[in-house]
């Protein structure tokens, strides 16, 4: 069942978390399933602690969408193991941006081809790409990587076609969970462009996978 925490935007668009047992997103060719659920939660002394959702998306290729930090390394190989697949399975690894709780494991994928925001490389040889100057990375004709910069200087975004949910955005942090008007702002070094890449993820998608929370539904008034 889905959720109430629910926001309208513009008038137009309204979202709706979805609940731990609706984050699976099974499709043709490729399925969407979220691994472990990011968190931030403040804490009383000033601090904060903070994990990023890890996403694994499968099909023709197997993509894994950040890796969790470095103290999910056991978690993030029994996840795996639960699936059949071993790292070497890995055919790409996607860092949605540079933060130690979205990328702290990617040496665990050696033989994959890594994004990390718009960087691209398979070993230590880099591929050229056209990330920073706005277009999307293609991986084929229904998953993409695309430029969603605001949150961090170089944020990427997963994009999934075909899902039984209609297209997943992956989004890593430039929503930080369902109706985050309030935190995202706070993070984020670049407002205004990044509320740009928010508007249009939220105009051409049906789910999406935040940094930090469950994943959520939009909803567009027709």
Not at 88 to 101: A, E, F, Q, R, W
Not at 162 to 191: H, K, P, Y
Request: aromatic letters at 6%.
């Amino acid at each position: 069942m889905m959720g109430t925490d629910s926001k309208v935007v513009c008038g137009q668009v309204q979202t709706v978390a979805l609940s731990e047992c609706e984050s699976d997103f099974p499709g043709q060719p490729y399925s969407v399933s979220v691994l472990k659920t990011g968190y931030c939660v403040s804490q009383t002394d000033g601090t904060f602690k903070a994990d990023g959702t890890i996403t694994l998306i499968t099909g023709p290729r197997t993509i894994l969408v950040d890796t969790g930090g470095p103290w999910d390394r056991d978690f993030l190989l029994m996840k795996l193991k639960e699936r059949g697949l071993a790292p070497g399975d890995i055919n790409l690894v996607v860092g949605t941006h540079g933060h130690s709780d979205h990328i702290g494991n990617l040496s665990l994928f050696p033989s994959a081809v890594v994004i990390v925001g718009y960087d691209i490389s398979e070993g230590d040889t880099y591929r050229p790409n056209k990330l920073a100057e706005g277009h999307a990375y293609t991986i084929d004709e229904h998953v993409s990587v695309v430029p969603s910069p605001g949150h961090s200087g170089q944020d990427v975004s997963v994009l999934v076609k075909g899902t039984s949910a209609g297209t997943v955005l992956v989004a890593g942090d430039l929503f930080e969970r369902c109706s985050d008007e309030d935190s995202w702002r706070d993070q984020s070094m670049n407002t205004s462009v990044q509320e740009v890449s928010r508007q249009e993820a939220l105009r051409i998608v049906d789910v999406i996978i935040p940094g930090h929370g469950l994943p959520f539904k939009v909803l567009r008034n027709r």
